[in-house]
């Protein structure tokens, strides 16, 4: 996984399914308990 301050341009489908696929791991992720919004 890229670090989070690697921001990159999104210019081919690649490049857009790569963002999608990280994206999608992290809303994979519940929050713990008692952790604000």
Request: proline content about 11%; charged content about 30%.
């Amino acid at each position: 996984m890229v670090s989070p301050m690697d921001i990159r341009p999104i210019r081919t489908d690649t490049d857009y399914e790569a963002a999608i696929e990280e994206i999608a791991l992290l809303m994979v992720d519940d929050p713990m308990l008692g952790t604000p919004e």
